[in-house]
């Protein structure tokens, strides 16, 4: 239960911010995934498949972004997004979870990237 309410309050998004980045990750991830179709119907070598992680990063990390609710960027600075813009987090106890969630958000986008990026990379072509 404590975990819910901290996870909660560490949310530093509001529904316009998170509805926004659910979309561009969605779309961003759809944009990847032909990239990366298109790579492999060419027969383009792994190596230069690899390039897809910075795409599949950017999908991925805005998609945990809108999940987790929270942005790691404005975390990191001890901001939060409000109906009127943005904000600094005044609650140092609250600063703090919102970091930890933004590192959670980017770790999750990382791994993501690493792993469909390495799965698409290890698809052998013809």
Sequence with gaps: MAATTT??????LTTCGQNERLRRGVVSFTLTM??????????VAPGWRLLLFFPFFIASNALFMGLYRSCGGMAFQGLRQTDE????????ELRVETWRM????ILSGLCTAAVVTALVALIPTS
């Design 7 to 12: 996870t909660r309050r560490a949310c530093n």
């Design 102 to 105: 933004g590192k959670r958000v």
């Design 85 to 92: 813009g943005v904000e600094k987090i005044a609650n140092p």
């Design 34 to 43: 032909i990239a990366a179709v298109v790579l492999l119907k060419y027969d």
